[in-house]
Structures are given as C-alpha cells and as structure tokens.
C-alpha cells in the first residue's frame, strides 16, 4: 500500500507566515506552491526561500513535496533542478496533460537527482489533472512511470477548460471528470487525490464533499488552508468502530479459510475474499495513522 496521503497542504511559497502555519498543521503532505501562490516578479525569490525551508529540520516529519510551474514556462527547468537539489520528497506537476510530458519531467528529475548526489527514484511525481485532454490520458499518465505516487484532480482549472463557471464537484461534468481521476489512479495502483475544497469557513460542505470522495475511491484531499487538515483526516481515518469490525471480519474469514471454506457468514452478511481484502485495507489504513 503507497504512503499515507490523507491530508495535502498547500502552502503559498512567498511568506513566513505560511510557513509557521503548515508546521504546525496535522497534515500528511505539504505542498509548498510556486505556481498560482507566487507573483511571476517573485518567482525567484520564493524558489530561493524555498531551498531554505526544505532544509528545515522543523518539516522533517511531513512528506514535503514543492508545487513547480508547468512545463511550457519559464520557471519550470529552474524550478525542477533547485527542488531536487534542496531536498524535496516529491514534485506537483501541474497541468500534466500527456504521458508523455510527464515522462519529460521524469528523466529530467532523474538527471537532477544524480547531479545532486540523491538515490535514484527518491524524487516522487504527482500529476495534477487539470484539463479534458488530461482526463482523457488519466491512465496512461498514472501508469507512466513508477515514479509517479498519486495524480490529483484539480477542477478550477478543468472548469476553466470547459468554459464553465467554477462550481462544486459534487454533480455535472466536473464530478464525472473527478470519477475519471479516481478511477485511472486505482487502475494504476497509485494514490487518488481529491480536488480543494474553496468554501473555506464551511466546514460541513467540506466534510460533505470530502466524504464522498472516499466513497469514489479517493483516499486523500487537498487543503487550501490548515482548518481544513483535522476534518479531512478525520474523515479518511478509520474509526475505533470500523477498525473492530474489520479485525473481528478478517478472524472469522481466516478461521472459514482455516476449516476448508471459502465464504462464511459475519453478522446476518456473506463474506468472501474481496470483502476480508477490503477490511486488510481499512486495517492497513488504521495501522499507518497510528489508531490500530
């Protein structure tokens, strides 16, 4: 099972205060943005400041990946060759449209990562979906390299595309595209991120949405502010409740499997293989979050 990516943080790159904030934040993943968060004049002052905060032993704990500017600007090389080279775990590629601009990336973060002396694939990728023409690649992206951790759907910029107004990606195409990312993610075996939630104070919309995420398949969602970071986790951690119903589902199956049978009954309900398999996950799930 890929890491643990429940909660993912974006953090502007053009201010200390940001900073303090998503250090002290429960997220499972930062993502420091030089992209959309960054003035096109502050550019290379925030990539310069960035160096220094992925060298902070206070981000230590957190999977610390770096929101780089797309591939058809002029920040991208300088941007991919100063992250890898100051430490960074992980790469958001936006706008990634093609298996093959991905792949682009990928050999140019490898180049980066002998040039600064880092294990070979220690540089994860994550791919934001962003566009029709990348709903339409969603798999062949996904399963372009194994250096690819997740991809994650980002619907402002997908309504954009379709010339629609931004709207919630609970219904209409915007929810059919986001069908589409979990499903080439799962396809692929790699991390489903959910798209942000922009309603920032409410809480209960967020967690709405958040919940039927998990119910597509997503297994983590991006933040857009620390308030955000306890109800998306809460909501992607198994409960006390589900993880004693999942340990009691998988003993009674593997004592069916122990007695010669292939299905056995738990609770009024039929279970078989797939079903135990489902509850290993949850288990899993509860394991990496510290609440098995």
Known sequence: MSRLRRSLLFVPAS???FFAKAKDSQADTLIFDLEDAVAPERKP?????????????????????????????????????AMVEAGADGLVVPKTNSA?????????VALAEQRAGRAAGSVVLLPLIEQPEAIGNAFAIARATPRIAGIAFGHGDFSLSMGIKAAPSTEGVV??????????????????????FLDIPNVEGLVGETRQGK??????K??????QVDPVNTVYTPTPEEVTYARELVAAFEQAVAEGKGAVAFRGRMIDGPIADIERIVLARASKAGKS
């Open 215 to 220: 119910h597509l398949g997503y297994e983590g």
């Open 100 to 108: 093959d601009s991905i792949l682009f990336v990928e050999r140019l």
């Open 175 to 196: 929810f059919h595209a986001r069908c589409q990312v979990a499903m080439a993610a799962k396809a692929a075996g790699i991390t489903p991120i959910d798209n942000v």
């Open 45 to 81: 002052a925030a990539r310069e400041t960035m160096k220094e905060v992925l060298r902070d032993s206070g981000f230590a704990r957190f999977e610390r990946t770096v929101r780089i500017n797309a591939l058809d600007t002029p920040y991208f090389l300088d941007d991919v060759l």
């Open 222 to 227: 991006a933040c857009i502010h620390p308030s």
């Open 15 to 17: 201010s200390e205060k």
